[in-house]
């Protein structure tokens, strides 16, 4: 086979003739031969001597060693120096790149580079060291800023402090308390310590206390608005301004436990009361005397609105018969509007409010027979029992006539405990009139029987009578549904509310 090689116009496979290798043509076998690689790692040792030969006698000296490179400097000029120093640096560099290269010499990176950032505990204590140095200068220099601040600083020139220090601590629980005025009210705690104990609790007392108060405000707000007049109210009360019912509402005449009552005027001649009921269960409690037995008030909160009618249809079947009271006007919702009783703005007094030594014996005997003849003719005329008669629902006007209020709670004597209530209301008005020195006053069984037209007996107690005589004679319409006495009077409610000709009493007058 002929030899290709030494054809001139062989080429490659880019087209182009293959340049003629410069290194003898070694063969694979030599290549495979231990003496071969040993002679080639003797020559490169060879090389490298050379190297470094010639590199000595470039820079002299070139010992990797850690000694310290000295440069006398005297009489050159900053230029000398840099350039010095530049081919210091080159040289080494250099000295570095033929050390790696050759495989006896480990690098040393710490030569050339900065110092690895792995930590040792000598470290962590130079460390600390350092910054309780740094601390230590920060705070000798804000002392001597502020020296009259000094004293919140520990005694001895060698205490350092951190954040924790107590003095310093203290101070800044100090400024915060001081400058959290919205969380705590503390006054001026300028330049004075707390601690973190002590600061802590005032923490967590500030923000119970913030919470506290909002509930308070809520309650208040509410309480403001039971006492006097909610939103839906006010509306209303607007309304009847704007329908001419009266001109103004000018003030609170008093506030009971169950409502509010409120003066209204119009064209300056005819005053009104306004009677608003609270809205709140609370102020029902105690009239579950008068509600026990009733279905209505199985669900108490759908009652509470119906004490405003009831009150107005007790007081309309009062007028009806002439009894003195107020004037029945309106009613909607929680709020009753009737006449005011009173002279010139002014409310009449209650019974327990006249001051009763400018009275003669007479005067006081004829309010006593007043009171005695509403009783009588509530009776008899409206088949009511006031269930809640004393001095307090009694008023006095100025022309020294009695007047009787406040009949939301007054039961139709087909209540199961009227005559229970009547007794109840015996008792009180006598113990006021003989409190107020009325003489020659009937006993409870003699007002009573004067009343009620029945024949109750002196030696016994009045009210045991009255128990026994209730279970003794239920009415005929009672005897029907034992289980549900109070059907009656809702039976009674609803014939009253039709002979009034509307669904409610109230229809009339709205
Ligand atoms: N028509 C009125 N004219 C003048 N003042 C009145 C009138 N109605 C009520 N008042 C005044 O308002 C006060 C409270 O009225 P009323 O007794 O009806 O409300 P109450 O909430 O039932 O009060 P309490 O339960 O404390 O007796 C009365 O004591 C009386 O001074």
Redesign the pocket.
Known sequence: MANCDNNPWKKNAWGKTEKKADEPIVSFVDVMSEEYIEGMGNQEKLEEERYMKQLEQMFGDTSTSDEQFTLNTEGMTDEEVALALQRHFDREADVARAVASSSSVHFAPDRYHPKTMQETDSEDEDDDALRQAATDMLYAKLDAENASESRLRPEGPSTSRTKHDTGVSGRRNADKTFNDRNSLPTGDIVGDKINNKVFNKLMAFGKSEAKRQMRHKDKEEKATMDTSVDSDTRLLLLKWINQGVFDSVDGI?????????LHAAQDSATSY?I?V?KTTLSEFKNRSEYVKDDFRFKNPRGVLKIWAER?FMNLSRMAKHGLPC?QPVKVRRNVLV?????DDGL????LKNVEWEFFTDEERRSVYDQVQTIMCRMYKECLLVHA?LSE??L?LTPDNKV?V??V?QAMDLSHPRSLQFLTRDIQNVIAFFTKIGVPNLPTYVQLFNLITDLEMVEDHDLLVQVEQFSEENRSADLRHDKSRPADMELKKYNEEKKANRGISPARDYN
């Open positions: 005449i008093a506030t009971g436990k169950e409502s509010a009552v009361a009677k009921y009150e107020p009737m006449s005011f009783l009173g409310a009449a007094p209650r809640d307090f629902n008023l007047h209020i406040d939301s």
